[in-house]
């Protein structure tokens, strides 16, 4: 069965310059979010998306931005990047927005020297 | 203050014993989940709760709306149950989730 696609893997990118992250969704999900997890920390919420709105938003700095397109895949956007922004981004995707299992992508472990 | 408390952070048990792993809430949910991540990172989600309990083999996930707390018990524990537990909890207007601190369990053959 398809699972939740992130792409890059792995990215390896220097301060200040800019990153994308990129999520598909597990077919007819609709909703898409998006958490980081610094080293050794907890995952933070990000921001969601539903029907290719944003839902919601949690700590997601102003440097970041993310949108949802018509096919339902979500892209994170990164600028002017920061050491702390070194951590393992991971998206899941879910069939509604209440109640509904969540499937999660393998991540992308964005580095930035 | 976290909204979503766990415990404990840390637990070592040998193999064969019964775990409980703990999830306190101080918002008002639509539903809680107990995720598992593996040493690579993986996350895969166990249980959704909304209400009562689940099961799904050796694995019990527990809720009580009323009090605020949910509970994953892992019987017969294996060396491969060894990884990060995490609680959830999404909103009540079902976008903005909070995650639990976690809790590092290692199982010793």
């Known amino acids: 069965a398809a699972g939740v696609i992130q792409s890059p893997r792995h990215l390896i990118k220097e301060k200040r310059e800019t990153a994308t992250l990129k999520c598909y969704p597990i077919p007819r999900h609709d909703t898409v979010y998006w958490y980081q997890q610094g080293p050794g920390q907890d995952p933070q919420f990000l921001i969601s998306f539903y029907e290719k709105m944003q839902s919601d938003k949690g700590s997601i700095p102003d440097r970041f931005s993310a949108q949802q397109f018509s096919d339902y895949h979500s892209e994170l956007n990164m600028s002017s990047l920061e050491l702390g922004d070194s951590a393992l981004y991971f998206c899941a995707s879910s069939p509604g927005t209440v109640n509904s299992p969540l499937h999660f992508g393998n991540g992308t472990r964005l580095t930035v020297t | ?109």
């Open chain 2, 1 to 109: 203050k976290n909204e979503v408390e766990q415990s404990p952070q840390n637990l070592t048990a040998q193999e064969g014993e019964f775990i409980t792993i703990n999830c306190s809430y101080s918002v008002g949910i639509s539903a809680l989940h107990w995720l598992q991540q593996h040493p690579g990172g993986g996350i895969v989600s166990l249980f959704m709760l909304s209400s009562g309990k689940k099961k799904h083999g050796r694995l019990i996930a527990t809720i009580n709306i009323q009090e605020k707390h949910s509970s994953l018990h892992i019987t017969a524990s294996h060396p491969r149950d060894s990884a990060v537990y995490i609680c959830a909890v999404i909103g009540l207007t079902g976008n903005q989730f909070y995650f639990g601190t976690g809790t590092s369990l290692t199982v010793i053959p």
